[in-house]
Structure formats: C-alpha cells, structure tokens
Nanobody, 123 residues
Framework: QVQLVESGGGLVQAGGSLRLSCAASGRTFSRYSMGWFRQAPGKEREFVAS????????YYADSVKGRFTISRDSVKNTVYLQMNSLKPEDTAVYYCAADRNIVVPTTTRYDYWGQGTQVTVSS
C-alpha cells in the first residue's frame, strides 16, 4: 500500500515557477514508477510527466516539454515536478500517481493516486 500526498500548488503569474512535491509512504517507494497528471475543469485528466523506477527514464507531454522537470529523491520518498515558464493553460489540479508495474506510463492506469494540489496561473 502506498499513500501519496501532494503539496506546493498555488497561484502564480504567467512566466513564473512552482515546484510540486509528492511525498510517498511505504518502504519500497524506490520500486514504483511515478507520474504526474493534471485535470482542468470540464476536461479529462491528462498525462504530464513520468519517471520509471527501473531505468530512471522520464517522459513528458508535448505541452510541457522543455518547461517541466520530474525528479525523485528515494531517500526522502518524494517525487517533484519543477514547473517553469508557466502559462494560464497550465491551470489545473495536479495529481501524482504510483505504480510498480505500469507498462504505458502516459495512461491513467496507476494503482495509487494522491488527492491533488491546485495550480492556478494568472495572465
């Protein structure tokens, strides 16, 4: 069982930066692939970024590539999402997710999800 708690959301002006954190419980955190997703009002939840526990490979949605960076600290059991050059269209609730055996990390088929943190980017 893994519990995930996101933090770091807030209100920021366009062009600004935020760093989201996702703290995970569980001693085998290092063996979970992690993903960040977001959901804007009236829209489906969409993939943002992921990091594989096996290879360390990272994947990004085209819309955030070059602006967002996912990373993990296995000592602190935490995964981060550094978001730079934020745009109003980045406004959404951001969720982290964990799975030991995710095959396609861009899908929502993760076993564990956090409660989400709101990110609002003003123009």
């Amino acid at each position: 069982q893994v519990q995930l708690v996101e933090s770091g959301g807030g209100l920021v002006q366009a062009g600004g930066s935020l760093r989201l954190s996702c703290a995970a419980s569980g001693r085998t955190f290092s063996r979970y692939s992690m993903g960040w997703f977001r959901q804007a009002p009236g829209k489906e939840r969409e993939f943002v970024a992921s990091i594989s526990w096996r290879t360390g490979s990272t994947y990004y949605a085209d819309s955030v590539k070059g602006r967002f960076t996912i990373s993990r600290d296995s000592v602190k059991n935490t995964v981060y999402l550094q978001m730079n050059s934020l745009k109003p269209e980045d406004t959404a609730v951001y969720y982290c997710a964990a799975d030991r055996n995710i095959v396609v990390p861009t899908t929502t088929r993760y076993d564990y999800w956090g409660q989400g943190t709101q990110v609002t980017v003003s123009s």
